[in-house]
C-alpha cells in the first residue's frame, strides 16, 4: 500500500509540475522576503543556508529577510498562543491565529515563504491542512494584496534505527500532494522537497525530521534549483 501510494504522489507531481507555467522566480529591489513555518523554518535562522543563497543571488538589491518560524507550528498558529501577553495557558483558542497575523502585519512582507506540513502531518488531516493553510495564504493577500507565495513540500521522515516511519512518510506525502495542488489554485510557486530528498545520501537529519547543516545547505540548494535562483560561484 506504501510503494502503490508513493507512486501516486510521483504521478500527481509529475502531472501537476509540468501543467504549471509560471514566471521565472527573482526578488526585486525593496521586497520584503518572510520565512513562514513550522521548526523547517525556525531553524533556518542557524542554519541560514537558503537566505545566504538568495542574498548573494542578487547583491546590488536591497532586499529585507525576516524568520517567522515557530517549532511545531501550524497554519493556524498554534504554538504562538505564548507570545500574547495574556496568563500564560489562559490564552482563547485563537490567541496563536491572533499572534501569527500580527508578526505578519509588522513585517509587511512582499515575498513570503511557507514551510509547513511536518507538524501538521501528525494530525492525520491533510485537506484540513489544506483549508488552514488556504486561510493563512488569504489572511495574508488580505493584508498584502500582491503578496508572492513560495510554497515548500515538507521534508520526508528518514529511517531512525529501530523505529518505522512509513505510516508517519504516508501523511507526509499526502500533505504533499495537497500543496502542490494549494499552489496550483493559488498561482504560487511550489517546492517539492520529499521526493528530491530519497536520493540524498547520507542523510539530511539528525533525528528523522530535524535537518543538521549540511541538510539545511542540500534544501537551500534544492529550492534554489526549482526557482532557478542564479548560484553564486563560491556556492557551487
Known sequence: MIRIFFSLLVAVLAF??????LPPFQLEDGD??????DTLIERMQEFNHLELRLTTAWPK???????LGWSGDTPRGI???????????REPADEG????????????????????????SFERKPEKFRAEMQAL????RK??????????SPIRHEPVEGLSNAAHNHQLAAHTIELDRLAQVNGAQFIEIFLSQAAKRPHLTQNGIHPH?????????EICLQLKVPTHPRLD
Open 16 to 21: 501537476e509540475v509540468s501543467a504549471k507555467q
Open 32 to 37: 520584503r522576503v518572510a520565512f513562514l513555518g
Open 61 to 67: 538589491r536591497n532586499i529585507i529577510f525576516r524568520n
Open 79 to 89: 504554538s504562538r498562543a505564548g507570545l500574547s501577553l495574556l496568563q500564560a495557558g
Open 97 to 120: 491565529w491572533k499572534q501569527l497575523q500580527k508578526q505578519i502585519e509588522l513585517v509587511k512582507p512582499t515575498v513570503v515563504f511557507l514551510g509547513y506540513g511536518m507538524a501538521s
Open 137 to 140: 495564504m488569504d489572511a495574508i
Open 143 to 152: 493584508q498584502i494584496p500582491k503578496v508572492r507565495f513560495i510554497i515548500l
Open 213 to 221: 547543516d549540511a541538510g539545511y545547505y542540500n534544501i537551500a540548494a
